[in-house]
């Protein structure tokens, strides 16, 4: 510190440490002993009205070190003003040298030094200002006249000033430079607090001895918003999207907000977005309808105290002038520093809310709306209670960031919960419906989708009616989760219902479903689809006869089905694995193998057996032993026994169980005859036909089945090969069959009034409910059916 007339009369130990004089060498003489430039300086700066109001100088210079060298310093020369108008300087510095090449990049110290204003006041011993410069008035807003020869409590009472006494005091006891941050309200901006950054030196006499403490004071409120901002910003990035869950979403982020920026935080959503739907019309400001919200999150500095009329994922009331409304039809935010809650404002259609306002002391309110990809997903509300300071531009603008972010992860939501909701829908919509008990068996099922975190999967099953009251089981499963794998097994299960519609035998359904699958994966490689219709997918195909007794049965690539006879032994039927679907090149094996009535068959996916930390081995024979253990109970509560046996509470696949037991059709339900391949046996086909139905009781469709029998007769005679069978099967419908060991297939036929032949067919099609033709392993066989008459 200078005098009016140059010579020193404070030094400081930092000063010391960088010219190398100690206190003693340098107080009492000129300054220009040390800072040769500014011997004619002083003079001038004192006389100019330039330098006064612009506080002093700052600049580069060169200085004299007390070893000989000089040094290249950043200097401000400050300019103090003391009673009746008496002028002292400060001079700081830094040496360039001495900063790094980061900090000379970016000028931080000599933008804070030369170009930041400084506020600096000097005090006495006693604490009370002795100098003080223009700029610390700018701070704090205190005129030099009510700050010299005060002490900061008599000039800034409150707690920081006596903190900040604290402080000067350690510095003049300990000789150490401090610093120490502290918050202001300066006179032009009264409602925006300020923060500042203080370093505090010791000045000494030329004994060494403290003289007084001199303070320099920067504004660092932006540089702290800033970082404040960074932290709240940086947690965001790492506290919000967590999940894919639009409700959890939301609370992350009122639980970010709460107490960060806000005592009371709320986050409202459009009705469409916690059920994963596109918005059905525009938010309108006419006022003629109030918008439904559903509030999705909720925090408070006082968690145990309602301070809202609605919980959270209770619907939210918002009248037509509500700032709700224009937010959401402006896509503006809305800042309401002082909050008011008087008659005559928009809270006299909320009562609700302008009574949770008034209890809890609402003061200061932000609304902002929470936007992503062009759709307004609903608003988030951030308020204070207990903080006296209102909301200020800054606040907003880090409410819009935070709202921002958690906006992107709100709708990454929303679509992941409509693509969930749109693949279990799709898959429930094609999965059966109820299974219905036929005369070859009962049956019931369990379908437990992925858990949340993975998704839908593609599993499927199926009980297809046959001609001659067979049945086909089908199980399969699609890898992968999502539309895409529940759109892939609707695919299949159409395609598999089709070919099972042509009656074809096991293996040779799962032949055409292969070459089918790899067709439509060669096209959707043609035409670029990122999503393919098969990344690949198991299916296990089973046709049980109760006639016969018996089940056909082929896999692709599929888990076999597991077998409890009538005396409770379990089995896994040792059935060749063939390749998934879509693989191709690999043959399809059947088995054959007889099953009693009263067998139970078990059809699943590898999600119920198999998990990430447990082999496939352990979950099969831990099936078999649930199957086992009480085989004739009711299947709907086997079904149950096994779901909660094995570990399938989360699953990370789907979980499919059919369970099917075998009935068998009484022999007085069929007749068969051999017939020989003569044109005369047609008639004795007929009458064989029309004396069976009346032992059934069934004379009301006695000439109708004569004429079908004598019809698949003739055209087995005529165009088949081999032995010929007649068999007559009554169950839910009437059956007609007739076997021969040709391999042509009967056909419709166009004729003209002119044809003698080719109208058998024709009249089978007219007369039966539905016929058909089917491979065997002699030959083929054709069958009609019939309904049975509505009293039987």
């Not at 989760?481 to 009656?503: K, P, Q, W």
């Not at 099936?623 to 253990?629: D, K, N, S, W, Y």
């Not at 044109?679 to 036909?689: C, E, M």
């Amino acid at each position: 510190m200078i005098d009016g007339q140059g010579t020193v009369v404070g030094w400081t130990s930092t000063a010391q440490q960088l010219v190398g004089y100690a206190a003693g060498e340098v107080v009492g003489r000129p300054v220009w002993f040390v800072l040769p430039f500014l011997q004619n300086a002083l003079q001038g700066w004192a006389a100019s009205e330039q330098y006064h109001a612009r506080g002093g100088w700052s600049g580069t210079a060169t200085i004299r070190h007390r070893g000989g060298h000089t040094l290249h310093v950043t200097l401000r020369v400050s300019l103090l003003w003391g009673r009746d108008g008496a002028v002292h300087w400060l001079v700081s510095g830094t040496d360039i040298a001495a900063l790094s090449a980061v900090e000379i990049a970016g000028s931080v110290r000599e933008s804070l030094l030369v170009r930041t204003p400084i506020g600096i006041a000097v005090r006495d011993l006693e604490l009370s200002c002795a100098w003080v410069n223009d700029v610390s008035e700018l701070q704090d807003g205190i005129p030099r006249d009510k700050r010299l020869g005060r002490r900061l409590p008599d000039s800034l009472p409150g707690l920081e000033s006596e903190a900040l006494e604290a402080v000067m005091r350690q510095v003049l006891s300990s000789g150490q430079t401090a610093v120490h941050e502290y918050r202001a309200w300066p006179p032009a901006d009264q409602r925006r607090e300020h923060a500042f950054a203080a370093s505090f030196f010791c000045l000494s006499d030329a004994d060494g001895r403290p003289l007084g403490v001199c303070s320099m004071s920067v504004d660092v409120t932006g540089n702290r918003r800033a970082r404040e901002r960074l932290a709240i910003l940086s947690e965001a990035s790492t506290r919000i999207g967590s999940t894919l869950d639009v409700m959890q979403t939301s609370q992350e982020l009122a639980d970010l907000a709460v107490p960060l920026l806000a005592d009371y935080a709320v986050v409202d959503l459009a009705e469409f977005v916690p059920l994963g739907q596109e918005p059905v019309d525009r938010i309108s400001p006419t006022g003629r309808r109030s918008t439904a919200f559903r509030r999705a999150g909720l925090a408070s500095i006082h968690p145990g105290i309602p301070e809202s009329p609605w919980a959270r994922g209770e619907s939210v009331f918002v009248p037509p002038s509500s700032p709700w409304i224009s937010v959401l039809s402006t896509g503006a935010s809305h800042l309401q520093p002082v909050l008011d809650a008087s008659p005559g404002t928009w809270v006299d259609h909320d009562p609700a809310r302008a009574q949770s306002i008034r209890d809890n002391g609402m003061h200061s309110m932000m609304l902002v709306p929470i936007r992503a990809r062009h759709t307004m997903l609903g608003v988030a509300v951030f308020v204070r209670t207990e903080e006296p300071m209102p909301f200020q531009e800054d606040d907003l603008l880090l409410a819009e960031e935070l709202v921002t972010r958690a906006a992107l992860s709100l709708d990454n939501a929303r679509q992941y919960t409509r693509e969930q909701t749109a693949a279990l829908a799709l898959q429930r919509k094609l999965l059966p419906h109820g299974l219905k008990d036929s005369v070859a068996i009962e049956a019931a099922s369990r379908y437990l989708p992925a858990d949340v975190e993975n998704g839908v999967g593609g599993d499927w099953f199926d009980v297809i009616p046959l001609s001659g009251a067979r049945v086909a089981l089908v199980v399969g499963d699609v890898v992968g989760h999502g539309i895409n794998a529940a759109a892939t097994m609707g695919r299949l299960r159409t395609a598999v219902r089709t070919l099972a519609d042509m009656d074809l035998p096991p293996d040779e359904l799962l032949y055409r479903l292969d070459d089918m699958v790899q067709r439509q994966t060669e096209e959707d490689d043609d035409i670029g689809d990122d999503s393919p219709m098969v990344i690949g997918a198991t299916c296990l195909y089973i046709v049980y006869d109760p006639v016969t007794q018996r089940c056909t049965m082929a896999r692709a690539g599929h888990p076999p089905p597991a077998v409890v006879d009538p005396r409770g032994e379990v089995t896994f039927v040792d059935l060749p694995t063939g390749a998934p679907l879509g693989v191709g090149s690999v043959p399809f094996e059947a088995v054959e193998t007889e099953v009693p009535e009263g067998t139970l068959l078990a059809l699943y996916t590898d999600g119920l057996i198999e998990t990430r930390d447990r082999d496939i081995d352990i979950g099969m024979r831990q099936l078999g032993a649930t199957l086992a253990a009480q085989p004739r109970r009711p299947l709907d509560d086997i079904c149950s026994s096994v779901i909660e046996a094995l570990p399938t509470q989360s699953p990370s696949d789907d979980v499919t169980l059919l369970l099917v037991r075998t009935r068998a059709l009484n022999p007085c339900q069929t007749v068969s005859l051999d017939l020989p391949r003569d044109p005369a046996v047609v008639s004795s086909a007929r009458r064989l036909v029309t004396r069976q139905l009346t032992r059934w009781g069934l004379e009301s469709l006695a000439t109708d089945t004569a004429l079908i029998a004598g019809e698949l007769v003739t055209n087995a005679i005529r165009h088949g090969a081999g032995p010929i069978a007649l068999r007559l099967i009554k169950h839910r419908l009437l059956t007609c069959e007739v076997s021969d060991a040709g391999r042509s297939f009967p056909r419709l036929c166009h004729t003209r009034s002119t044809d003698e032949y080719g109208r058998g067919i024709l009249l089978v099609s007219q007369l039966a409910r539905s016929w058909g033709c089917r491979w065997t392993t002699g030959g083929k066989v054709v069958w009609a059916e019939q309904d049975l008459p509505g009293h039987d």
